[in-house]
């Protein structure tokens, strides 16, 4: 199809172009438009009651003419403004109709390519499309002959069509924006569904006049209550702890009462597991009594089980340290009168000292609650005592020590690994120390440690036991039938260590 030898006057381009217009358009969303069925009822009765061969729903945007229904006309999708009549119905803003009786003896569309090419159009009346306030298309009707005795009623039904599908644009765009507007309530309630399931809310909402309540399915798990059916909340108090229902009414009749929002914490029934719920009263008539509850339920037993471990470890802690208080200052006060010197107290002092410290960071890793034989060993011997063993043989079997054992023997090990290295096996790099021991199952659970020195220097038991001795006999004083046992054979140091275990 050639371009139209005249062009649109200005006063139809700018009616056309009008932003105002192109906006409302635009917000129906209906462009680039298809041919729509429902329209078709339109332009078949539009031509039916003219008595023409076509009838034509358009839509103009500001450079294309769009057709949503064409009858009498087939693969008819769009077509240039500049060849179209309906441009003029849009600009015609006084009249409620353009009729032209010969469009080849109108000058303005003499030399129309419609006109003057196939179909050879002669005759045309359109009514303007109106939606909100603005012009958007026409339903119009053609012929390829020229029509003098068309009925002022037929206009009149004309117009009537061309209201119908002014609403029936309307109606589409509310169906449209209410189906989008579904669609994503639907997806927020979908988003909402999987955000309380992952984290494992329970989301109810409680009917107070009827006292039904509408809930999740974890919600209802999380309580006890069956899996299918209504749920009422006199069914949720009973699902409750009985310790804990009375404290659950209350937080209600506060909520009620006074407006505060409702919070408690309780147990449930059947799994014993701790919850808290809270909730807020979103509705009440006019003499305010509520209406609607609305809240969740929250799991916080883990929360719960950590707070009592933090408890009992805490408790443990302050015992734990007050006992390595005291043992220090007794440790301190011991090695001075041993060492005046402040040198001498220093080095003897700082040894004993990093051995507790070292068994109380192995203690602290695990949250007081023991140690491996074997890292208590490794705390003296080095970490790779086993592997790579230097002057030692050590065997027996890796238990379990409790704290009070742990520190105890730690100390114990500290005083004869540095008095071997002074004085005993280990001073001319040439002895070994054996560290062996057997656990003794039954009613006097413990295990018997012995120590070894071989072929270091002569040994001569001491005139005056020192600070190591004394701790050595005594570190393990404090833990129920405890002994120690030291011997200076000429052939080395040894030492027998029985040390009481708790019954498994």
């Excluded at 009422?232 to 310790?243: C, G, V």
Aim: glycine letters at 6%; a negative charge.
């Amino acid at each position: 199809m050639r371009e139209p030898d005249i062009p649109l006057p200005h006063t139809v381009l700018d009616a056309v172009a009008d932003i105002e217009r192109l906006d409302v358009l635009n917000a129906l969303e209906v462009l680039p438009s298809r041919a729509d069925p429902d329209f078709d009822r339109l332009t078949r009765l539009a031509a039916h009651i003219l008595d023409c061969e076509f009838g034509l729903v358009t839509l103009v945007d500001k450079d294309t003419q769009f057709f949503k229904s064409c009858f009498g006309v087939d693969n008819l999708e769009q077509s240039p403004v500049d060849a179209s009549f309906c441009a003029h119905t849009i600009a015609a803003t006084g009249q409620d109709y353009m009729l032209v009786p010969d469009l080849s003896a109108d000058e303005r569309f003499a030399k129309n390519p419609y006109v003057v090419n196939a179909p050879h159009v002669r005759f045309y009346v359109g009514a303007p499309i109106i939606v909100h306030g603005q012009r958007l298309g026409s339903l119009c009707v053609l012929a390829t002959t020229p029509r003098h005795d068309i009925k002022p009623s037929q206009i009149d039904q004309l117009i009537d069509l061309a209201n119908v599908a002014s609403t029936l644009f309307l109606l589409k765009d509310e169906a449209r924006v209410r189906a989008k507007t579904s669609a994503a309530l639907i997806r927020e309630e979908w988003r909402h569904a999987l955000t309380l399931e992952a984290g494992k809310v329970g989301s109810w909402v409680w009917d107070v006049p009827s006292g039904a309540v509408t809930c999740n399915e974890t919600f209802r798990h999380m309580h006890g209550l069956p899996d299918k059916g209504e749920i009422t909340n006199e069914q949720i108090i009973e699902a409750i702890h009985p310790r804990d229902r009375e404290t659950m009414r209350q937080a209600l009749a506060a909520a009620f009462s006074e407006g505060v929002d409702y919070e408690t914490e309780a147990r449930a029934l059947e799994t014993g597991r701790w919850l808290i719920m809270r909730g807020r009263v979103y509705q009440r008539d006019a003499q305010g009594t509520p209406l609607t509850l609305m809240g969740v339920s929250l799991d916080v037993t883990e929360n719960k089980k950590t707070a009592q471990q933090t408890h009992l470890l805490l408790r443990e802690l302050n015992h734990r340290v007050k006992n390595t208080l005291a043992m220090i200052q007794s440790v301190a006060r011991q090695t001075i009168r041993q060492n005046p010197d402040p040198k001498g107290f220093i080095n003897a002092f700082s040894g004993r000292l990093r051995t507790i410290s070292e068994v109380h960071v192995l203690l602290a890793d695990r949250d007081w609650s023991g140690v491996q034989l074997y890292e208590v060993i490794g705390g003296q011997f080095g970490p790779d005592f086993l592997i790579n063993p230097r002057q030692a043989r050590v065997e027996g079997e890796d238990i379990f020590l409790p704290a009070d054992h742990a520190l105890g023997l730690g100390l114990i090990l500290h005083e004869l690994t540095t008095n071997a290295g002074k004085y005993g096996a280990w001073s001319d790099g040439r002895g070994q120390v054996e560290l062996t021991w057997s656990v003794i199952e039954g009613a006097d659970r413990g295990i018997d440690m012995i120590w070894t020195e071989r072929n270091g220097p002569k040994v001569s038991t001491p005139e005056d036991s020192g600070l190591g001795v004394k701790l050595i006999e005594r570190s393990l004083a404090k833990i129920l039938d405890s002994q120690v046992t030291l011997k200076f054979d000429p052939s080395g140091v040894s030492a027998r260590i029985w040390l009481p275990l708790p019954p498994v």
